[in-house]
């Protein structure tokens, strides 16, 4: 399997990049259509969210800028199916809120999951994968109501990326599937993050064809 890191500058220079997520309009966040979207600000600055071609990092449209509940520490980020966004509302708060992802007006109610730290959120077609507690994912639907509980050993993932992906799996399966693939993205944070990379995967069949993936994950640098 190749490997092949590209690093991008930080959208907004000066403040931190919490999370990453792939997002593609038609469910596929594998697809050569997706965008990077980085959600920044970190760890005084307004929570920003840019969108990025995950090819060369050039920004794609304006940035949005999220009102309250999100805070300059919100580390839990996805973006949902209708292209919102779902943003927890501090460091490791286990608490979310959805956001007009042109606005950045807060959506609805949130909702607040059982853990007593919270950070990655993964979305899929109709269920969420939560980080709980750094030792299990909760899958809830977008209601915030788990509909499992699956644990893992313990660890310091912040964020999740690409535990959905094609083939759609049933909702029963997606336990397993999250433990599997957690490690697919992770995002870590440590002061001074500069830089965002995404990582992409060409990966070969036993036709040796090549078929691309990309994935997001933190690529820290203290500019040093």
């Known amino acids: 399997m190749k490997h092949d890191v590209k690093v991008f500058a930080n959208p907004n220079p000066g403040w931190g990049i919490q ?12 697809s050569v259509n997706a965008s990077l979207y980085a959600l920044t600000g970190y760890p005084s600055g307004a929570p920003t969210v840019f969108r990025l071609s995950r090819f060369d990092g050039h920004v794609i449209g304006l940035p949005v800028v999220l009102q309250a ?4 520490d919100s580390d839990g980020f996805t973006v ?8 927890n509302t501090g460091d490791a708060s286990p608490t979310y809120q959805e956001f007009d992802s042109i606005t950045g007006a807060a959506v609805g109610q949130g909702f607040t999951v059982p ?3 919270a950070t990655g959120v993964d979305a899929g077609p109709t269920t969420l994968v939560i980080q709980c507690d750094f030792d299990s994912f909760l899958i809830t639907d977008f209601s915030g109501n788990v509909l499992d509980k699956v644990l893992v050993t313990a660890n310091h993932i912040e964020d999740i990326e690409g535990i959905f992906g094609p083939p759609l799996p049933e909702p029963a399966s997606l336990g397993l599937l999250g433990v ?6 992770l995002v870590r944070r440590r002061a001074g993050r500069l830089q ?29």
């Open 19 to 30: 999370d990453l997520d792939v997002f593609d309009l038609f469910g596929d966040p594998y």
């Open 69 to 72: 509940p999100a805070a300059p």
């Open 80 to 87: 949902l199916p209708n292209g919102n966004f779902l943003v």
């Open 115 to 117: 853990c007593g730290q």
């Open 180 to 185: 599997g693939l957690a490690a697919l993205g």
């Open 196 to 224: 965002a990379a995404v990582e992409i995967e060409t990966m070969r069949d036993p036709q040796d064809q090549p078929r691309g993936r990309s994935r997001a994950r933190g690529e820290v640098e203290d500019g040093q």
